[in-house]
């Protein structure tokens, strides 16, 4: 018995090895919007974002825009759905913002109160430290923070959640999807405490900012935020080392490992133990699909 067990642990500790060699990167997050192109208006003219493509898919009556700070071979990139005929949504307490670095928040600020942005916090810097942030709400009512920080090849550098158990949140992101802690802060003194997870130095790329809420172990999702895609090079693979995560920490898988009908990138998607949703994507798929 003893050494069926050990037989059947050996191919578990070799699999959840892999999301730590596997080439993972947070390719983009899926949001819905209630007016594509006002969206799209605020986030190039205010942001400083690029449209990179936009398609419009009638027949399923949806469009979508995907924007960011440079090419989605190696940025990461907002992906706003448009619904036809659906003109708001509800963003729930569990979604937190977005983050953008900037190297002067003052005067995106200005830029941002220039085309009608609501300020909800006014550029200074944050209590009790020297960081320089302020937050803005876009159009449909998304918050981004604006931190200032000195140039970076990943501007839009954070996408912030809010989870009920935040030891078994770091614990799942490190060994369904290979991410590191980057670091972790407790402010009890704002009855919260947060933890930054990623692929590599936050102030490089874009990274996840996990928060607990003393006290508040459930949120309301909505119907406006929708997922983060991230790329790997086995979706099988990687599909497997999730459903055993799931196993031990909670989670559903949404979507079994395989190819989607008719566009053929092989993907698989499931819920963290909160409900927040992932897409795992093929690197060689994605880029055949960003360039067919």
């Given amino acids: 018995m003893a050494e069926e067990a050990a037989k059947a642990v050996e191919p578990n500790v070799e699999l959840l090895e892999w999301p730590k060699k596997d080439k993972r990167r947070l390719l ?11 969206t799209i208006k605020f986030y190039t003219e205010g942001f400083g974002m690029k449209l990179l493509r936009q398609r419009d898919i009638p027949e399923e009556k949806y469009s979508n825009a995907f924007l960011g700070f440079g090419p989605e071979e190696s940025n990461f990139v ?24 900037t190297e002067d928040v003052y005067k995106l600020v200005e830029k941002l109160r ?10 200074g ?24 920080r000195g140039p970076t090849p990943e501007p839009l550098c954070q996408v912030m959640l809010r989870v009920g158990d935040l030891d078994r949140s770091i614990k799942f992101y490190e060994k369904a999807l290979g991410m590191k802690l980057l670091r972790k802060i407790d402010r009890p003194e704002h009855k919260y405490t947060l933890a930054m997870v990623g692929y590599d130095d936050e102030y490089k790329t874009t990274v996840l900012e996990l928060t607990y809420n003393y006290g508040v172990t459930e949120y309301t999702k909505g119907n406006a935020y929708a997922q983060v895609a991230i790329g790997t090079d086995d979706v099988y693979k990687s599909g497997e080392v999730v459903n055993l995560v799931i196993q031990e920490l909670g989670g ?26 992932t897409v795992l994507v093929d ?7 960003l360039h067919g």
């Fill in 125 to 148: 810097p944050v209590k009790g430290g020297t960081s320089v942030i302020a937050f803005v709400k876009d159009p449909d009512g998304y918050i981004f923070e604006l931190i200032q």
């Fill in 114 to 123: 220039a085309i009608g942005g609501n300020i909800t916090r006014e550029p």
């Fill in 78 to 101: 907002v992906e706003l759905t448009y619904n036809y005929g659906v003109t708001s949504y509800d963003i729930g307490t569990g979604f937190g913002h977005f983050a953008i670095a």
């Fill in 28 to 38: 983009h997050a899926v949001y819905r919007v209630g007016d594509l192109e006002r």
């Fill in 252 to 277: 559903k898988i949404t979507r079994q490992p395989g190819p989607i009908p008719g566009i053929n990138t092989k993907i698989t998607s499931f819920l963290d133990p909160d409900g927040w949703k």
């Fill in 283 to 289: 690197n060689e798929d994605f880029l055949k699909e």
